[in-house]
T-cell receptor, first 111, second 114 residues
Framework: DTGVSQDPRHKITKRGQNVTFRCDPISEHNRLYWYRQTLGQGPEFLTYFQNEAQLEKSRLLSDRFSAERPKGSFSTLEIQRTEQGDSAMYLC?????????FGSGTRLTVV | DQQVKQNSPSLSVQEGRISILNCDYTNSMFDYFLWYKKYPAEGPTFLISISSIKDKNEDGRFTVFLNKSAKHLSLHIVPSQPGDSAVYFCAASDQGTGANNLFFGTGTRLTVIP
């Protein structure tokens, strides 16, 4: 068990570009979550997968955001036409029941 | 609207003394509560949790107390150690209705002074 892995750790992109982040959950966990954390705030829920099915989406997830979890394993989060307000830490977590394990996050900076 | 609130942004405690971190929530449907610890540039690390059927849960130096009537929980760390210095987040979920996401507070930065 190597924990939850996220790639890349840091991403700097120009406004208007598309970016994609990857999350590899703990292998036996069937639940996967994406959260976003901005400075001075706690993590905010974005979306949730159970296996490959995306079961919940926050209203924070605008139509520029899309998440997938093909085959119920790793997940990707894509942001299209990035805006400066998208700058944040994007956290992935997985769980088997009650205990969520978070990855180290991907810090996105939009310039 | 912030459903989970941590009203103290920071707390400083002498090494060896007790640290008490507080958290309030507004949603009476929350039935599971967690505390996470976060170091800079890392994701939150699970610390301890409590179900709403209990009012206390203890794990080593960490104890969480839940007061459902006051919609309040607290994390006690005894004795505090310099390595405990981090940001602590309180989180809550409503598992009874099948909701699976966590609602987080804004965090309290704990500094343990050697």
């Amino acid at each position: 068990d190597t924990g939850v892995s996220q790639d890349p750790r840091h991403k700097i992109t120009k406004r208007g570009q598309n970016v994609t982040f990857r999350c590899d959950p703990i292998s036996e966990h069937n639940r996967l979550y994406w959260y976003r954390q901005t400075l001075g705030q706690g993590p905010e829920f974005l979306t949730y997968f159970q296996n490959e099915a995306q079961l919940e989406k926050s209203r924070l997830l605008s139509d520029r955001f899309s998440a997938e979890r093909p085959k119920g394993s790793f997940s990707t989060l894509e942001i299209q036409r990035t805006e400066q307000g998208d700058s944040a830490m994007y956290l992935c977590a997985s769980s088997d029941r009650d205990r969520y394990t978070f990855g180290s996050g991907t810090r996105l900076t939009v310039v | 609207d912030q459903q989970v609130k941590q009203n103290s942004p920071s707390l400083s405690v002498q090494e060896g003394r007790i640290s008490i971190l507080n958290c309030d929530y507004t949603n009476s449907m929350f039935d599971y509560f967690l505390w996470y610890k976060k170091y800079p540039a890392e994701g939150p690390t699970f610390l301890i949790s409590i179900s709403s059927i209990k009012d206390k849960n203890e794990d080593g130096r960490f104890t969480v107390f839940l007061n459902k009537s006051a919609k309040h929980l607290s994390l006690h760390i005894v004795p505090s150690q310099p390595g405990d210095s981090a940001v602590y987040f309180c989180a809550a979920s409503d598992q009874g209705t099948g909701a699976n996401n966590l609602f987080f507070g804004t965090g309290t930065r704990l500094t343990v002074i050697p």
